[in-house]
């Protein structure tokens, strides 16, 4: 952790050496389960938003052992900043410059905005609107022909990422790359692809692909039936820094 003073627009958090996951952590949007040797857990797994067919007409959430709550850091001005920026050079060195950057709802929006103010571009956003995903108050403004990327604050499993190149390219818009503050994806890393468009390069600041599983998974199993689980990580952060701290 930081060790500087408390600062208003969060500047004490960001990690002297430049590291993004450590300010993640600092800002207390990082968790990691500590696993023994043996392959024990020393704390809870948690629960993702992403589902899979349980086989039984039913449909069950992913868990995992790493969470990622980025908006504990886009409170902070600097910190947003600070990722904004190593995005807004990565883009630049792969020329990767857009007519239009496109926010995923919701949790996209301030970090692809930050992003787009950098670069000199458009920023519009998209909106959730049932399982669909609108332009909404943005309706007609992609050109056609716009070089468009899009903004998202994680990439998971790219469901609503699939939505949103769809209705861009509809629109007349060419998307050259989705970015993001994190990474997390899988099968996707890299490169997302949803036929019949052209494959996407994903840039991540983070870049860590983190492993999903089923809940009959062996890795995750005996954590479930122990009810060592947190299904809303983002309300319990507390408890899981808390382990965190006792097994550094």
């Known amino acids: 952790m930081s060790n500087s003073e408390p600062t208003k627009d969060g500047s004490h958090l960001i990690d002297p050496k430049g590291d993004f996951l450590r300010t993640l952590e600092n800002c207390q949007g990082f968790y990691a389960c500590p696993v023994g040797a043996d392959g024990k857990l020393f704390g809870p ?26 908006s504990q850091a886009d409170q902070w001005p600097a910190v947003l900043s600070f990722f904004a920026r190593e995005m807004n050079r990565r883009l630049t060195v792969k020329n990767m410059v857009p007519d239009v950057v496109v926010g995923a709802p919701w949790a996209g929006i301030k970090f692809s905005q930050e992003v787009a103010c950098l ?6 956003f998209a909106e959730k609107k049932g399982d669909d995903i609108i ?15 899009i903004g998202e604050e994680l990439v998971n499993n790219a469901s609503t990422t699939s939505k949103l190149v769809s209705l ?12 993001c503050a994190i990474n997390r994806s899988s099968p996707f890393k890299e490169t ?13 600041v983070i870049e860590r692909e983190t492993p999903q599983y089923r ?3 062996p890795v995750v199993a005996e954590a479930i039936a122990a009810g060592n689980i947190i299904w809303k990580p983002k309300y319990a952060w507390e408890k899981m820094k808390a382990v965190m701290d006792a097994h550094r």
């Open 168 to 179: 861009i390219e509809k629109n007349g818009g060419h998307v050259v790359c989705i970015f």
């Open 119 to 124: 670069l000199g571009c458009r920023h519009i």
């Open 192 to 204: 997302f692809w949803a036929p019949p468009n052209d494959p996407v390069p994903i840039i991540g």
């Open 45 to 70: 797994a948690v629960g993702y938003t992403g589902e899979y067919d349980a086989g039984d007409g039913t449909k069950k959430k992913r868990v995992g052992l790493v969470y990622y709550n980025f």
């Open 135 to 149: 332009l909404g108050r943005y309706e007609g403004d992609i050109n056609p022909g716009d070089i468009v990327a």
């Open 215 to 217: 809940q009959d998974d």
